[in-house]
């Protein structure tokens, strides 16, 4: 069981770094949006801007064949979208407006992926088709899965390592560090390895669907079944505004908050209404409630799903944790920033102990070597490009072409810069020169967004805008821990072997 727990730990155990790092990140995926996008005054769509909406739709596309409104959460971080669609194929006509959540009015919103890149990344990564990134990441949370269960299994004293955390004691240090990460919140580790698992299961497991499906698309066909349809009519009539959709949905429903509204046949006496339900909660309506577009009456509620849907949506609402409040969002975090120390210290462990045993440390064998660079490439290279992604935003001027991409390429220049240098430079100066590097960008993030917004730190305070003085306050804590860091193994001194006398010498020959 060790020698399993070590191996299946140590291959798939960068992927599994970058996986935690970004999932963890993704925990606050709203409010990461919220900050890429500072001209947004307000956080969720008021009645005010659902009926600037409607009359700006009513103006612009009266007939069209479809309306869209993507309405940002209660977390904020997005804006209100509306687009409308006429005709298909080669014929179609399309049209987008943003507009400001609070007022209603349409603003100029930089383009950025926000947080939600961070959250696609950790199973989609990038550059890459997303069917062969998401049989990559279901083979590591495969493998986490053994890796967890071959360490309960390893570790006998597992409640006293919860209490035993030793510094400065070399490779006991990076066990204690490793033993109490993964035990702290072993049931979090558990949770989201397996639930992931769930969240990508037809990736790992599509037979039962080849089975009895010619494709996949009659499956999705035959599990969500479309809701119903009518032909217009065209006879034009004044639409439901939006607004009176929303309350209508809130009268229906209990605790019921859309995330999209589709307007079908919009002005005509058989326009539909579909409100897309956001997760409020675990176990939620995932369909959609569909409402008569001329009287707001109730044409369907949002059907129920079966056994196995209802269980699979639990275990990707506990997943995703979209339903939580503060605190428990919180416990998320703290328990993903364990994780990511967990397979992080276990990654260095693999190292410590073996150069402990190496004959000679200057003539180093390939593996070992590679090991160790890569480590310090993909720890502190993924940390630093993230840095470097908050920076892009501020940075990149608003109107540049493919401004999002340029955010996302900047992250992985960056990557890519520490890892040559990584490779380049003696391992111990690289750690500490990488993780400085970390601290810096960190540090200079919430500088930055003091001098380009109006939305600093002291000012964020000073407005109980906690989404703002919350994420400088995190990047500042990031910094102080990469520097942290950075000066304990700058002023860490191994213990030198101890000389054998000749009898000793003998006796270990023998």
């Known amino acids: 069981m060790a020698w399993l727990h070590t191996w299946a730990g140590l291959l798939p155990g960068w992927l599994l770094f970058i996986i935690f790092l970004f999932g963890t990140a993704a925990f606050f995926q709203q409010e990461i949006s919220g900050w890429m ?54 014929a179609a006509v399309s049209g987008t407006a943003i507009l400001d959540p609070a007022t209603g009015r349409e603003i100029a919103v930089r383009d950025t992926r926000g947080g939600w890149f961070l959250y696609r990344f950790h199973f989609e ?42 510094f400065g004691k070399g490779q006991r240090s990076w066990l204690d560090a490793h033993n109490v990460t993964a035990v702290l919140a072993l049931p979090f580790h558990l949770m989201i390895t397996y639930t992931g698992l769930v969240t990508l299961l037809f990736t790992l497991m599509p037979w039962a669907i080849s089975a009895h499906f010619p494709d ?51 002005g005509d006496l058989a326009s539909i209404v579909q409100l897309w339900p956001s997760p409020a ?29 209802a269980s699979q949506g639990v275990m990707i609402d506990l997943h995703a944790g979209r339903f ?77 072409a493919n401004r999002a991409e ?3 390429n900047s992250l992985f220049i960056a990557w890519g810069a520490v890892l040559v240098w990584a490779l380049a430079r003696p ?39 906690w989404a703002f003085a919350g994420f400088d306050l995190v990047m500042l804590a990031i910094a102080a821990g990469c520097a942290f860091t950075a000066w304990r193994v700058g002023t860490h001194k191994p213990k030198a072997k101890p000389r054998l006398n000749t009898r000793e010498l003998v006796e270990a020959v023998a």
């Open 37 to 90: 996008r500072p001209e947004l005054e307000g956080r969720t769509a008021s009645s005010t801007a659902l009926r600037a909406a409607s009359h700006l739709l009513a103006d612009k596309a009266p007939n069209a064949d479809r309306w869209i409104i993507v309405l940002p959460s209660n977390r904020g971080g997005d804006p209100l979208m509306v687009t409308w669609k006429s005709g298909n194929g080669d």
């Open 125 to 166: 990564l990038h550059y890459l088709p997303y069917w062969f990134a998401e049989i990559l990441v279901c083979a590591a949370a495969l493998t986490m899965l053994v890796v967890i269960l071959s360490g309960i299994v390893i570790h006998k004293k597992i409640f006293a390592d919860f209490f035993m955390l030793r």
């Open 216 to 266: 996949r698309g009659s499956y999705f066909q035959a599990a969500y079944p479309p809701g119903p349809v009518r032909d217009p009519t065209g006879h034009r009539i004044a639409s439901l505004s939006l607004d009176k959709a929303v309350s209508r949905a809130s009268s229906v429903l209990d605790d019921f908050a859309p995330a999209r509204i589709v307007v079908e046949h919009p």
């Open 281 to 309: 909660r675990i176990g939620g309506p995932s369909d959609a409630l569909y409402l008569d577009g001329s009287t707001g009456n109730v044409m369907q509620m949002p059907a129920r799903p079966g056994i196995a849907m």
């Open 324 to 400: 939580s409040g503060v605190a428990v969002r919180w416990l998320y975090f703290l328990s993903g920033i364990g994780g990511t120390v967990m397979v992080a210290s276990g990654l260095i462990l693999w190292t410590v102990k073996r150069r402990a045993k190496l004959p000679d440390e200057a003539r180093r064998h390939f593996g070992f070597g590679l090991v160790e660079k890569m480590n310090i490439g993909v720890i502190t290279g993924s940390s630093a490009g993230i840095g470097v992604y908050f920076l892009a935003n501020r940075f990149l001027p608003p109107d540049i």
């Open 406 to 408: 340029w955010e996302i």
């Open 427 to 465: 391992a111990k100066l690289a750690w500490i020169q990488t993780l400085a590097t970390c601290a810096s960008l960190y540090a200079l993030i919430p500088v930055v967004n003091a001098l380009t917004t109006t939305r600093g730190l002291v000012p964020s305070l000073m407005a109980q805008d």
